[in-house]
C-alpha cells in the first residue's frame, strides 16, 4: 500500500491560544470547534497538526511530540524566526513557547533537526528526509566528544541542565583545545544560558567565544555558527 498519512493528535490548554501562536509561524487554522470538545486544526504546506483541549493540561509535565520530516529544516527554521520576531520582537528560546536552532545530531544520522515547543508544552521535532552530505564533524578534544553528548541532550532529550553541567567543567578547562570545537562549545553553551534565561552567563560565555582567535578559514566553516551567536548577542542587549 502506499498514499499513508499519520496526523498527530496533541493536547493544549486553550485551541485559541494554540491557534493563534501557530498561525504566527505561518500555519492557518481550518477548523475551530468548541463543541462538543474543543478542537483545532493547524496546516501549512503539508504539514497538519491537530489539538484537543484540556483545561487542566500543564504545560511544564506534557508529554505530546511528535517527529515532522521536511525538505529543508534551515528553511523552515527561518520562517518560523521570522514569524516569531514579528510577533514578540525576538527569537523566543526560553520558556515556553521557544524554538531550538538547526543543529547536527550524532544520534540523527548527522541530520540537522530542531524543535519547537509550543503553548501546550508539545514538544515538534523536525528532521530533514535525508542525511547531510557532509561528513560528520570528527571532533578530537574531550570538549568536542562532550559537546556531541550535550547537544543529544539538550537538545533530543530536552535536559537542559545536565547539557550545560557536561560542559562547564571541560569549558573550564580547555585551553588545549582547538579553536573551532572551543568556538562551538562556547556558542552552545550560550544558547543553554539563553534557554534557563541566565543573561549574564549567556553573555560572559559569547563574550569569550569572541575572544577566541580564529582564521580566515575557520569562520567560514563556523559560520552558522557565529551567525547564530551573533543574534543571540543582539537579543540579549
Known amino acids: 500500500m502506499t498514499g ?52 487542566d493540561l500543564d504545560p511544564e509535565n506534557t508529554y505530546g511530540t ?27 528560546v526560553a520558556g515556553i513557547p521557544r524554538v531550538t536552532r538547526p543543529r547536527k545530531r550524532a544520534n540523527t544520522g548527522n541530520r540537522a533537526g530542531f524543535s519547537l515547543v509550543d503553548p501546550g508544552g508539545n514538544v515538534i521535532r523536525f528532521f530533514p528526509a535525508d542525511e547531510d552530505e557532509d561528513a560528520a564533524p570528527q571532533r578530537v578534544s574531550k570538549l568536542g566528544k562532550l559537546l556531541e553528548r550535550a547537544i543529544v541532550l539538550g537538545d533530543a532529550k530536552g535536559d537542559t541542565a545536565q547539557a550545560a553541567r557536561i560542559l562547564d567543567a571541560t569549558l573550564a578547562k580547555a585551553a588545549d583545545t582547538p579553536a573551532t570545537e572551543l568556538a562551538e562549545a562556547l556558542a552552545y553553551r550560550a544558547d543553554l544560558a539563553a534557554r534557563t534565561d541566565d543573561r549574564p552567563r549567556a553573555l560572559e560565555l559569547l563574550d569569550r567565544l569572541a575572544a577566541v582567535p ?22 540579549l542587549t
Do not use: W
Open 4 to 55: 499513508e498519512k499519520t496526523i498527530p493528535l496533541l493536547p493544549c490548554r486553550s485551541i485559541d491560544e494554540t491557534a493563534a501562536f501557530y498561525r504566527t509561524l505561518g500555519f492557518t487554522e481550518t477548523l475551530h470547534q468548541t463543541r462538543p470538545n474543543p478542537y483545532t486544526v493547524v496546516v501549512m504546506d503539508d504539514i497538519q497538526l491537530h489539538f484537543y483541549g484540556v483545561d
Open 66 to 92: 511528535c517527529i515532522v520530516i521536511v525538505p529543508d529544516t534551515g528553511a523552515l527554521f527561518d520562517r518560523f524566526a521570522a514569524g516569531m520576531r514579528a510577533e514578540h520582537g525576538k527569537l523566543l
Open 214 to 235: 580564529l582564521t580566515p578559514g575557520d569562520r567560514t566553516a563556523l559560520a552558522p555558527t557565529l551567525t547564530a551567536a551573533a543574534d543571540l548577542r543582539t537579543q
